[in-house]
């Protein structure tokens, strides 16, 4: 079982950047597939990013040509650069592992606690 923990949310502003990051530890990382889901309140969890054991990647209609995932297999970690943010991604970001090494596992695995990103208009 992969343990995971999230770092790097916080307040920015709109139209500002942050980068969360995610270390995991156990289990086989370089293995699974990875990724980013988010919820805000009153909202069901959605899947913001994901990425393949060989580094495929995919993401959620909304955040096209401004978030980008990424993994470091040496580090057991990965990332979600986010940029031009609005304050419609205001959520709460929770890393999570695949079953598989396909994308299509995510949301199976394991979770972690999640990070609050808030973004001011």
């Known amino acids: 079982q992969v343990q995971l923990v999230e770092s790097g949310g916080g307040l920015v502003q709109a139209g500002g950047s942050l980068r969360l990051s995610c270390a995991a530890s156990?289990?086989?990382?370089?293995?699974?597939?990875m990724g980013w889901y988010r919820q805000a309140p009153g909202k069901a969890r959605e899947l913001v990013a994901g990425?393949?054991?060989?580094?495929?990647?995919n993401y959620g209609d909304s955040v096209k040509g401004r978030f980008t995932i990424s993994r470091d297999n040496a580090q057991n970690r990965i990332y979600l650069q986010m940029r031009s943010l609005k304050p419609e991604d205001t959520a709460v970001y929770y890393c999570?592992?695949?079953?598989?090494?396909?994308?299509?596992?995510?949301?199976?695995?394991?979770w972690g606690q999640g990070t609050q990103v808030t973004v001011s208009s």
């Open positions: 156990g289990g086989t990382f370089s293995a699974a597939a």
């Open positions: 990425i393949s054991s060989d580094g495929r990647t």
């Open positions: 999570t592992a695949g079953i598989s090494g396909d994308t299509w596992s995510l949301g199976h695995g394991s």
